[in-house]
């Protein structure tokens, strides 16, 4: 198996790697490794969730997102994901419960991504970082579903992490206050 390294970044590395498949053929693929994510869907109450809209460079659009942040190496995802709800959004959460973990792009990525539901939030302060720009938004979750539905939101993250909870989040549910 040969890969060969023709970016190594900040955030991510791009290689192209000739590998043998479970058939025994032989193909060579372009991989992103990215050491992963947290992404947080921050309940202000059990109706009212915290939307970030965020301005995306690489799309050239703001977009509405739920918080979300690169892992730090060897970081645990909790720690992650309570940095990053309290850098983006300006709220700490009293209970950070894990939901479930996805892989954002597995066709050329190694990017996974872990998925938090943030409960009785606090108050504290944002911590943007120089390249973040976003306005936080309080909508309620009934208003994101139809945001979804009508394509406002069209972040991959926002949308299976919304859903996931309003679909089969019932053991969270009765934690929402």
């Known amino acids: 198996m040969e890969e060969n390294y023709v970016f190594k970044g900040k955030k991510f590395s ?11 053929a032989k193909a060579t693929f372009e991989i992103v490794e990215y050491i992963g994510a947290t992404v947080i869907l921050p309940l202000l109450n059990k109706d009212t969730v915290l939307l970030l809209k965020q301005y995306r460079p690489s799309i050239r659009k703001w977009i509405y997102e739920i918080p979300a ?29 894990k939901m479930f973990e996805m892989y954002t792009a ?5 990017e ?19 390249d973040e ?15 979804i539905k009508m394509n406002e939101i069209c972040d ?14 019932d053991k969270f549910r009765s934690c929402a206050i």
């Open 112 to 130: 996974k991504l872990y998925s938090f539901l943030a409960l009785n939030l606090q108050p504290s302060i944002c911590h943007l970082d120089q």
């Open 14 to 24: 791009v290689k192209v790697e000739d590998c043998i498949l479970p058939s025994g």
């Open 106 to 110: 597995p066709g050329y990525s190694t």
């Open 156 to 169: 991959a993250k926002t949308i299976s992490t919304i859903l996931y909870y309003t679909k089969f989040g």
């Open 69 to 97: 942040g690169t892992l730090e190496p060897n970081e645990d995802p909790y720690k992650c994901a309570a940095r990053e709800l309290e850098e983006e959004t300006g709220y700490r959460a009293g209970s950070l419960l």
């Open 133 to 147: 720009e976003l306005i936080v938004t309080k909508i309620s979750l009934d208003k994101a579903l139809k945001m």
